[in-house]
């Protein structure tokens, strides 16, 4: 089979490494790799520590409870208000 390259489990990591220069000009290493086990991986490029890249569902589960937080808040503020009136 030539189709069965694709491995099970794969990490996109990413290295974050910015730096400010002098004349407020920002430079970066946007490096990026998949990597087939996880673990702690350095940028080839600038030596930096990779941090891993999560992918879809966890970045809106991070999103959707920001929401329910910020509506938890709300309601709060809510209750607040009626009973000091
Ligand atoms: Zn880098």
């Known amino acids: 089979m030539k189709n069965s ?6 990490y ?3 290295c974050g490494y910015t730096e400010t220069a002098n004349n407020g000009f920002k ?5 990026e790799h998949v990597f087939l086990q996880e673990g702690s991986h350095h940028c080839p490029l600038c030596g930096n520590a990779l941090s891993p890249v ?3 569902p966890s970045v809106s589960e991070v ?10 808040q709300k ?11």
């Open 27 to 31: 430079k970066g290493c946007n490096f």
């Open 75 to 85: 309601k709060e503020e809510g209750k607040i208000k009626n009973e000091q009136e």
């Open 5 to 10: 390259k694709v491995p099970p489990l794969s």
């Open 54 to 56: 999560s992918d879809g």
């Open 63 to 72: 999103l959707r409870k920001g929401q329910r937080l910020a509506e938890r």
């Open 12 to 14: 996109l990591y990413r």
